[in-house]
């Protein structure tokens, strides 16, 4: 039998151009900060690192076009998925800063606090001074507006986070959905404890309330319309200027936070304010995103026509919701503050925060 010689394969040398990634040195090759966006100020931040850019666009690096589409329609994040318009949406900075430690280490800090005041209140018995009407208001009206924060969060912010352009404003406003879900759910952790603190409190009437009650069902019908809006900009819009001044804060700080102590409450108003503090870091970036789209040198004008039109629409119903809620101020047994009074510190505020915006007045709040 014939015998067979190994074949002998050969590969061309590897030669090297100096083009390959990572040969060229040049004065930031050993640096951990990134440089291919502009930072908000002289250095960029943990927060601008991990955020700005992650979100492509073929407006900045994509330079071929989306690298993936809708089979129904356009690739990537479009644009036209809210009326508004922004010259650059990438100049948009959370003023919070919120990236992925923060979600955890501030909703943390808040879990903590809530946890405490809940076992300092079961140890002292605190809820056995409270006075029977106390408890109705807490159980009906507390109880309900569980079902608003969670809707909101579950519904409204959780859909919508991922239908901004950038980065930036989808992670605001998942750090939004998880501070409405945190809240809602303590609220029902609130309700549980109260339900085994015999003092009567019935831990299944905010069921009924939301369904059937008349002076909430305006706010059910509002939080469930604002589920149901496609654009992502007007949802926000909606909710965090319009519902959450004209609702959500004439509920929780305009009532709760004010007449809580006076009924003998130390504990409900440690656990709203833990809402009220998100709301506030939430419309901080809410205003800031706004406040650029009305300065917008190519498109605030329209954008400041476009929000008056979505004021048209939501702050009548926002208004009604607000007036239907005027007889819970009438169930508990001390009453330091009137509905009218109330309503005029939300509206003021409300109106305040239009013109930090350069947004005109609706004329239905003066009427």
Same mark, same amino acid.
């Given at each position: ?13 590897i030669e090297?151009t ?11 090759s ?29 407006? @900045? ?15 990537g ?8 318009k ?13 990236w ?8 943390s ?16 018995r ?10 109705k ?5 507390l ?9 909101l ?5 959780t ?44 831990g ?11 002076e ?8 469930? @319309? ?29 009532l709760v936070?004010q ?7 130390y ?37 400041k ?27 508990p ?19 305040s925060?239009l ?5 005109d ?7």
């Amino acid at each position: 039998m014939a015998r067979t010689e190994a074949k002998t394969r050969s590969f061309p040398g590897i030669e090297f151009t100096d083009s390959e990634a990572g040969a060229l040195t040049f004065p930031s090759s050993t640096s951990r900060s990134y440089n291919y966006y502009q930072p908000a100020r002289r250095r960029a931040s943990i927060y601008e690192d991990v955020t700005v850019d992650v979100q492509p666009d073929p407006d @900045r690096h994509l330079t071929q076009g989306w690298i993936y589409g809708f089979a129904t329609g356009p690739g990537g994040y479009p644009h036209d998925w809210t009326a508004a318009k922004s010259s650059n949406w990438h100049v948009f900075r959370d003023p919070n800063e919120e990236w992925n430690q923060t979600i955890y280490r501030n909703n943390s800090a808040v879990v903590h606090q809530v946890e405490l005041c809940l076992a300092n209140a079961k140890r002292a018995r605190a809820y056995q001074g409270w006075n029977p009407t106390w408890v109705k208001f807490v159980e009906r009206n507390l109880g309900a507006w569980m079902h608003v924060e969670n809707g909101l969060g579950l519904h409204v912010f959780t859909a919508i986070q991922r239908s901004g352009p950038t980065n930036m404003i989808n992670t605001a406003v998942a750090v939004n959905a998880a501070h409405k879900l945190r809240f809602a759910q303590d609220l029902a952790l609130y309700n549980l404890d109260l339900s085994e603190a015999g003092v009567g409190f019935d831990g299944e009437a905010h069921i009924g309330v939301w369904k059937d009650a008349p002076e909430w069902q305006p706010t059910r019908e509002i939080v469930e @319309r604002l589920t149901a809006v496609e654009d992502w900009c007007q949802l926000l819009f909606a909710s965090n200027i319009v519902f959450e001044q004209l609702v959500g804060s004439l509920f929780r700080s305009e009532l709760v936070m004010q007449i809580s102590a006076r009924n003998g409450d130390y504990i409900t108003p440690t656990i709203v304010g833990t809402g009220e503090h998100d709301y506030d870091r939430d419309l901080s970036y809410t205003r800031n995103l706004f406040r650029l789209l009305t300065r917008d040198e190519t498109h605030g004008d329209a954008n400041k026509e476009l929000f008056g039109q979505w004021m048209s629409v939501w702050v009548p119903r926002a208004l009604d919701a607000a007036k239907a809620l005027q007889p819970i101020w009438s169930q508990p047994a001390d009453k330091p503050v009137t509905f009218a009074s109330s309503l005029e510190a939300a509206t003021s505020k409300f109106r305040s925060l239009l013109a930090e915006l350069d947004i005109d007045a609706p004329k239905e709040l003066d009427q």
